[in-house]
């Protein structure tokens, strides 16, 4: 505005030099002179807002220069009746966004004064010069420009209160977009599962370092030449294995998700963990099964032992007979330890607490048994899991928990149904509830189906639920259950947030489930 005002000021000065002949050198002079102090002060005004100067007095300060300079401009042309008069307005009009709408009326008075004063030293000289019939004229065009500053003011004042109303509220929200933008970067960035968004050519769009790190190649490449399935899977989730650096194998689940504008939206998770606890929980079960079985075994045979053991210490042998039973006692008490070493092996261990997400283990788990091809399709698994503050247990035992409930659950539900998991807070503690809509269990079997080897299931070993039990016991937990034939089962554990120190629980130990 600064700049456009002055080029105004100047092209009109320049114009009338142009036009004014050689009896009025003088009056050229004075024009040029006039143009060379405006530059001037425009120059020193830049220079001024380059230092750390106030923004405020310097606006003024431009608005008194220029008032200076159009007033000078006007008195040599015609005064009051000048055409460059019209120049106060877009001074007014800059004044509005120089200050503001209060500035901008004190400007326009400033200049309804200074042009009633040429008016009236003007129609002082038609009044001397003979020429009173000119004044009405004069009135006329004094009163219609004070009236336009004071209408330019209240104009400008307003639309300025709104434009710096709108930049204000413009500079908020760019500021709360752009920490939200800052806010969701970090998240997404921070984020352990991949997120990627693919256009609808196929190509890389946007990308975590999580879901690059998976698949670097989608920076080069089309999505269908680096993901499998990408073509087959347009809606829906599969899962996938891909080999590392390091030749391991690597278990991937991917979701994608349509957008509006053909694109898709990945999101990649990296199961592999879960996919080696299932496998080690199936071996754990196997091993269990063998363990007790063992355990037992060696319950029956540790009795014979001792009694052949102590026959034998007792029979009275020649003495060339002697190395031989030397040889039978030696071979008794070898066995003796090798069963010891094998009760020892098959008693549970000890859970290792560290402050542990619940919530986080239990939308891992479902996650891992929803993509299940035993499951997917079958069964549906839903969620109701409340914020509950962290706990005192072992991650992996509670995780081979929570697998063991769903693997129940879903294997229960022959023609497929609703698994509901739920956790909250009770007491002093967790609560965690799974309930499905399966065929249910009879009443007199409830008081036995955590008992080792009980199992009703073609093909089940029994062991699951047992291992269920003993954990949550090792956890200083309870676990409860309901269940209607026909009707489905529900499984309730409670675990304290702050459990007493662990011990692991022998084969006999009772405790209240």
């Known amino acids: 505005m600064r700049l456009g005002l002055t080029v105004v000021l100047l092209g009109s000065l320049v114009l009338r030099w142009l036009t004014v002949g050689q009896a009025q050198v003088a009056e050229r002079e004075r024009f040029t002179l006039i143009a060379i102090l405006v530059c001037a002060a425009m120059a020193l005004s830049a220079i001024g807002l380059n230092r750390r100067v106030d923004v405020h007095r310097v606006a003024w300060l431009q608005l008194a220069m220029d008032c200076a300079a159009i007033t000078a401009v006007t008195l040599l042309t015609k005064g009051a009746s000048s055409v460059f008069g019209g120049l106060y307005v877009l001074s007014v009009v800059g004044s509005a966004y120089l200050v503001d709408g209060r500035g901008s009326l004190l400007v326009a008075a400033v200049y309804a004064t200074i042009l009633g004063m040429m008016g009236a030293w003007q129609g002082w000289e038609f009044v001397n010069l003979g020429t009173p019939e000119r004044l009405p004229g004069l009135i006329s065009d004094v009163s219609l420009r004070v009236m336009g500053f004071f209408l330019a003011a209240l104009l400008a004042g307003k639309l300025t209160e709104r434009l710096r109303a709108a930049e204000e509220q413009l ?9 939200l933008e800052q806010d969701l970067s970090q998240v997404v960035g921070a984020l352990r599962s991949g997120i990627v968004l693919i256009d609808n050519t196929g190509r890389l769009r946007s990308a975590n370092p999580m879901a690059l790190d998976l698949f670097p190649a989608l920076a080069d490449r089309p999505a269908a030449e680096v993901i499998a399935g990408w073509e087959d899977q347009l809606e829906g989730a599969w899962e996938t294995v891909q080999r590392g650096e390091d030749d391991r194998a690597r278990h991937l689940l991917l979701s994608r998700s349509p957008m509006e504008d053909g ?73 003796e330890r090798l069963i010891t070493d094998l009760l020892e092996s098959a008693r549970p261990q000890a859970p290792q607490l560290q402050p542990t997400d619940l919530g986080a283990i239990i939308v891992a788990v479902v996650t891992a048994m929803g993509a299940d091809p035993r499951v997917a399709g079958r069964v549906s698994l839903e ?48 609560t965690i509830m799974v309930r499905d809509e399966g065929v249910g269990i009879a009443e007199a079997d409830l008081a036995r189906i955590f008992d080792p080897f009980f199992t009703k299931r073609t093909g089940g070993t ?52």
Do not use: C
């Open 383 to 430: 969620t109701q899991l409340k914020a509950v503050p962290p706990l005192l247990a072992d991650p992996d035992q509670l995780r081979q928990v929570i697998w063991n409930l769903l693997s129940n659950a879903a294997q229960s539900m022959t023609e497929g149904g609703v698994v509901q998991v739920r956790l909250g807070v009770e007491g002093e503690g967790v």
């Open 171 to 179: 500079d908020r929200q760019a500021s709360r977009t752009y920490a």
């Open 263 to 335: 694109g898709s939206v990945l999101t990649i998770e990296d199961v592999s963990r879960l996919r080696r606890m299932e496998q080690e929980v199936r071996q754990q079960e196997r091993l269990s099964a063998v363990g007790r079985f063992a355990a037992s075994i060696a319950h029956e045979v540790r009795n014979p032992l001792t009694a052949l053991s102590g026959a034998v210490q007792m029979m009275e042998v020649a003495p060339e007979d002697q190395p031989l039973r030397e040889i039978v006692l030696d071979e008794v008490a070898r066995i």
């Open 462 to 513: 029994g062991l699951g639920l047992a291992v269920v039990d003993r954990i949550v016991r090792a956890h200083g937990g309870q676990i409860r259950v309901r269940s209607r034939l026909q009707q489905g089962t529900t499984f309730a554990i409670w675990l304290p947030l702050h459990p007493n120190p662990p011990t692991a629980p022998t084969e006999d130990q009772d405790a209240p489930r």
